[in-house]
């Protein structure tokens, strides 16, 4: 494995990056208009050891129950989404504290994550966005297809 120079940045109050320690990212199943399960979940996972967790938002109801389900747990919150922009729209009025969307993933049309990744496959990301006031972050692997690796 290769070391790169890596901007820091935060998403909630977790450093990624920049020499900080790895952070583990686990994910719920539960969708989030079932929050009190969703809730209960993620905080399990958060005294487990989870520093962050995913949660799914398939629709414009699982966007707009991410506001209570915020209020519920105090690890940060990174929503998947898929194929519609108001949903990140929703979802950041919401709280949440990173955004994740299936077309950052590949060129290619993914109609999941699993079509192009593999649970424990180690990725790279470039940092393409970020909101300081909001805290917010947007990533992509795509963004780097073309780019030079970054040499120490």
Known sequence: MTHENTRQVKV????IG????????SMSTFNPVNTEYAAAQI???????ADIVRVAVPDKKAAEALKALREKVSVPLVADI?????????????????????????????????????????????VVDFNEEDKKISLSMKALENEEPVEE
């Not at 909630?12 to 450093?15: A, D, K």
Request: charged share 20%; hydrophobic share 40%; glycine share 10%.
């Open 12 to 15: 909630g109050n977790v450093l």
């Open 82 to 126: 898929h194929f519609d922009y108001r949903l990140a729209i929703t979802a950041m009025e919401s709280g949440i504290d990173a955004l994740l969307h299936v077309s950052q993933i590949s060129r290619e049309h993914v109609e999941k994550p699993s079509d192009a990744l593999k649970i424990g496959q180690e990725i790279t990301a470039k």
């Open 18 to 25: 920049g020499g900080a320690p790895v952070a583990i990212q």
């Open 43 to 49: 905080n399990a996972l958060h005294e487990a050891g």
